[in-house]
């Protein structure tokens, strides 16, 4: 656990459970801080509202629930709609209206009860290398299974959100049945045990482990800004497959508030600058990820890699899934 401009106040208030002050927001953050750092910044410039943030990197939801009405947390930053979904399924968040939030995100990114917002989108791509694998060779997520690839493929864990919530969506188009058909498939074309996060992924490809890799779009981009991953990034290109019956599978980050939220006023603010195209501009260029507001283009970067269309399978229906998902990666013991 990490703490960002903890001041004296809010580590006594993240501690003792005490309200924070009025001009403040407190966020609890699956979002790493260098990701999300500059946008509060820019908030902070503009509005005077100081942000504070705390980032764990698991056992957000059950350290609300431990705290309850005394927590000192305004909102939730997390990625991943399953994670989005299980902390309204906890009870630790509460619905807000606004116009402004409502006329800046789309319906299909936002909860209809107004529990959550998506802020950035990104899709899960597959990364190809350069050398050993021709255009058009691999177009479709069911294409994974296709005995071609056998001891080809590199994967983190099967377990892990952004696989589960891939799964998920296997399981929207094909059912459960065929879909653990498919995930053995996959498993049996693994060149090593699923391990590392999607970058390790990319540098397998380099390293000639393996041929292409599943991951998410904006690593390009934190790889190519890294002078060291830079060369990962070099050996691949991103190809955006399609489900048969379907398109690009994507996910979110998103933010909710808390059920306690002390400074509701001020976490409103925050949510309403997020999406607004300012607030979406600024988060989509820094983490290369797609905005959510209409009429806010991706970064010339993000672009250069193609379009693609997404997924028509609703989010919400992915996190509902998110249960079955995992105990089908389980059942076949994916990462084994």
């Not at 936002?110 to 529990?115: A, E, I, L, S």
Request: hydrophobic content about 40%; some cysteine.
């Amino acid at each position: 656990m990490s703490f960002l401009k903890m001041t004296p106040f809010l580590a006594a208030a993240v501690s003792l459970g005490l309200p924070a002050m009025a001009d403040e927001v407190n966020i609890y953050s699956y979002r790493q801080p260098e990701l999300i750092q500059p946008l509060l910044d820019k908030f902070t410039e503009e509005t005077g509202i100081e942000t504070n943030v705390v980032f764990l990197d698991k056992g957000l939801v059950e350290r609300l629930q431990a705290e309850g009405k005394r927590s000192p947390a305004d909102l939730i930053l997390t990625v991943d709609i399953s994670r989005l979904n299980g902390a309204v399924e906890a009870g630790v968040t509460q619905p807000v209206q606004s116009d402004v939030l409502e006329a800046n995100i789309p319906a299909e990114f936002r909860d209809p009860d107004g529990q959550w917002f998506g802020l950035t989108s990104r899709a899960r791509v597959i990364y190809a290398s350069k050398d050993r694998v021709a255009d058009g060779e691999v177009t479709t997520y069911e294409d994974l299974a296709d005995p071609k690839w056998k001891g080809r493929i590199c994967t983190r864990s099967g377990t892990h959100a952004y696989n589960v919530a891939l799964v998920s969506a296997m399981i929207a188009h094909h059912g459960l049945e065929e879909t653990e058909t498919w995930l053995e498939g996959v498993k049996s074309n693994l060149a090593r045990k699923p391990q590392g996060n999607d970058r390790a992924q990319v540098k397998a490809i380099w390293a000639a482990e393996c041929d292409i890799s599943i991951g998410n779009t904006y690593y390009m981009g934190k790889m190519l800004e890294d002078e060291e991953q830079k060369a990962w990034a070099d050996s691949v290109r991103i190809v955006f497959p399609t489900f048969e019956n379907g398109g690009a599978h994507v996910n979110l980050s998103g933010v909710a508030m808390t059920q306690s939220a002390p400074n509701r006023e001020n976490a409103l603010k925050l949510m309403e600058w997020l999406s607004s195209a300012e607030g979406q501009q600024l988060y989509a260029e820094l983490n290369y990820e797609y905005p959510v507001l209409p009429g806010v283009e991706a970064s010339e970067i993000v672009a250069g890699w193609g379009s693609f269309t997404p997924d028509d399978v609703a989010l919400i229906d992915l996190a509902k899934l998110r249960p079955d998902a995992l105990k089908a990666v389980e059942r076949v013991n994916f990462d084994e």
